[in-house]
């Protein structure tokens, strides 16, 4: 069969999947009802150094096995590194199903030529497409349409939407979303709708995923970001969003913010640390689960 006549059949537009189901988004993955992922950043494959340093300084090693959250549970199924090749690490994809994201329309590290042969070499049956293109202030809803149609549609797989962040401003976030769902014009055949949220509170958290919910009531959602600001209690927090997301038959996926440790977050990403802190991060320094951590199992 035709892989472009399955993308083009209208039954693709909306995704009737639940968690039971969830095996079908993975080809490495095993029938499980897991919906927590890893976002495992590319510096997980780097070395921690003195920033102030000009010498290479070896603190820690690198965190190279994701597979630590794979303890055979089935809670954690699922591993996307914001790139369409697959995680630097000494246990490839540790077990879980990864996820090919195609976070920018131009990339060097991930060219947007290379995201249909790079799906078929490694296989993976899902794919998310632009990081938070409602705040780039350059990426149109109509403009994502179009390019959505023309590198998306093609892929015969479970695909998402751009992920667009919680901000409620004019024309960001949900309304974003909203407004590129509508220059598609029934055209652009998509899974999930996904999100990406950072606040003050679970209660805001909750509110924001029921509200996204009523406005798009009959899309599936996978959430790959999410934490409390800097300063929150992030423990408190996962521990109320884990089992509030579990209890959804909407969200599909979920990804807490994020699959590293607190060193390499520090060493890497300073936006990251101002903006959420080292708290939410899922590893140690010494490579194992943090607080955070050990509630993905």
């Known amino acids: 069969m035709d892989p472009n006549s399955i993308?083009?059949?209208?039954?693709?537009?909306?995704c009737s999947l639940n968690p039971l189901s969830l095996f079908s988004l993975f080809s490495s993955v095993s029938a499980q009802a897991g919906k927590r992922g890893l976002a495992w950043p590319y510096y997980n494959s780097h070395s921690v150094r003195p920033k102030a340093s000009y010498y290479h300084i070896e603190l820690t090693f690198v965190l190279s096995d994701p597979g630590v959250f794979n303890n055979g549970d089935g809670e954690v199924v699922a591993i996307y590194d914001w790139e369409t090749y697959a995680p630097v690490s000494s246990n490839g994809n540790g077990g879980l199903g990864f996820i090919g994201m195609q976070a920018d329309m131009v990339s060097t590290s991930s060219p947007v030529e290379d995201l249909a042969t790079r799906q078929a070499e490694q296989g993976?049956?899902?794919?998310?497409?632009?990081?938070?293109?409602?705040?780039?202030?350059?990426?149109?809803?109509?403009?994502a349409a179009d390019w959505y149609i023309q590198w998306i549609n093609p892929l015969a797989i479970k695909k998402a939407l751009p992920a667009v962040t919680s901000s409620t401003n004019a024309g960001q976030g949900l309304s974003w979303l909203s407004e590129m769902i509508s220059a598609c014009a029934g055209e652009c055949f998509f899974d999930y709708i996904n999100l990406h949220w950072y606040g003050t509170s679970f209660a805001e958290f909750q509110s924001y995923i029921l509200e996204a919910h009523s406005q798009f009531p009959n899309y599936n959602m996978v959430i790959t970001e999410f934490a409390l600001n800097a300063g929150g209690d992030q423990l408190s927090f996962f521990q109320s969003a884990f089992p509030f997301l579990d209890g959804l038959s909407y969200v599909i996926l979920y990804f807490p913010f994020v699959a590293t440790s607190p060193a390499l977050l520090t060493q890497n990403d300073d936006a990251a640390v101002v903006a959420v802190g080292t708290d939410s991060c899922l590893y140690t320094d010494a490579g194992g689960p943090s607080a955070v951590g050990n509630l993905m199992y």
């Open 124 to 143: 993976w049956a899902t794919v998310f497409s632009l990081n938070e293109p409602d705040i780039s202030g350059t990426i149109t809803p109509a403009a």
């Open 7 to 14: 993308v083009r059949n209208p039954s693709f537009r909306l």
